[in-house]
C-alpha cells in the first residue's frame, strides 16, 4: 500500500483494515523515507518499508488524494507502479490512486473507477471511465472515491480468501452503511450542492488536469 504526502487517509486506512485481517496476509506501507508521512487533513502515517526496499508485490495498491497530482510528475514513483504494477498479482486502487496506475502505463484498455470529481480524467490516460463503486478489469481493481476503499477492499478479500472470510470481515468490521444524508453521490446530492462542491474544489480540479495532460504526452512520446 503507497504512502504519500497529503493522500486522503480513508482511501489508505479503510483498505488496510480490511486487507490487514486476512489470513497469511502481510501489509506493506511503502514511502521513498520510513519517515512519518502526513495526509491532507494531518494524520501522520509511519512506512513500514521504503520504495527500495520492496519485495515483489502480490497485490499493489495506490490510494488518493491532493497529493496525487505532485505525484503525477514524480519518475521515480511511477517508473516504482509500472515495475511492481508488471509482476503483482492485483493493480489496484482508490479514489484518484487510479490516476496515478493510468499515468504509470497500467490501465490503458481497462475499465477503471475514480472519484467522480476525476473519473473523465482517467479517459485521457487510456482507460475507460466506469461510474461504479468498484469496478474489476481482469486483474485491475479499483474503487471510486473515499469510502468506496471499504467495498473494494471486501471484494478484493474475497478474491484472495474466499467469500466467507469477506463476509466475517465485514461482519466483524459491522460494515453496514446507512447514512443519516442521501448526499453520497452527485445524482443524489442535487445540482446545487454539486456546484458549491465543485467551486469550493476547483483549484485541484485544475492542477489535476494539467498534471494528467503531462503525464498523457509523456504517455503519448513513449508509444
Known amino acids: 500500500m503507497l504512502l504519500y504526502p497529503r493522500l486522503t ?7 488496510f483494515e480490511v ?5 497469511n496476509t502481510r501489509v506493506h506501507l511503502l514511502w521513498k523515507t520510513r519517515e512519518p508521512v502526513e495526509s491532507a487533513t494531518g494524520m501522520s502515517i509511519l512506512p513500514t518499508l521504503t520504495l527500495e526496499d520492496c519485495p515483489a508485490l502480490d497485490v499493489l495498491f495506490v490510494p488518493g488524494g491532493p497529493g496525487q497530482v505532485e505525484l503525477m510528475d514524480d519518475e521515480v514513483m511511477l517508473d516504482f507502479l509500472a ?3 508488471a509482476q503483482a ?10 490516476l496515478l496506475l493510468a499515468a504509470a502505463g497500467l490501465l490503458k484498455g481497462y475499465r477503471a473507477a475514480c472519484h467522480w470529481m476525476a473519473r473523465d480524467d482517467l479517459a485521457l490516460l487510456g482507460a475507460i471511465p466506469i ?3 468498484v469496478v474489476l478489469d481482469r486483474n485491475r481493481i479499483t474503487g471510486a472515491g473515499v469510502t468506496a476503499g471499504i467495498d473494494f477492499a471486501l471484494t478484493l478479500a474475497a478474491l484472495l480468501r474466499g467469500e466467507t472470510q469477506a463476509k466475517a ?10 447514512p443519516p444524508f442521501e448526499t ?9 450542492l454539486v456546484a458549491a462542491l465543485l467551486k469550493h474544489r476547483e483549484p485541484l480540479s485544475a492542477a489535476r488536469r494539467a498534471a494528467t495532460l503531462r503525464a498523457q ?3 503519448e512520446s513513449r508509444g
Open 9 to 15: 487517509q480513508l482511501d489508505l486506512t479503510g483498505p
Open 19 to 23: 486487507l490487514a485481517l486476512l489470513a
Open 83 to 85: 515495475r511492481q504494477g
Open 89 to 98: 498479482r492485483y493493480v489496484t486502487s482508490v479514489c484518484t490512486g487510479s
Open 131 to 133: 461510474a461504479e463503486r
Open 169 to 178: 470481515i465485514q461482519l466483524a468490521l459491522e460494515y453496514d452503511p446507512d
Open 184 to 192: 453520497g453521490s452527485p445524482e443524489r446530492a442535487g445540482p446545487g
Open 217 to 219: 504526452a509523456r504517455l
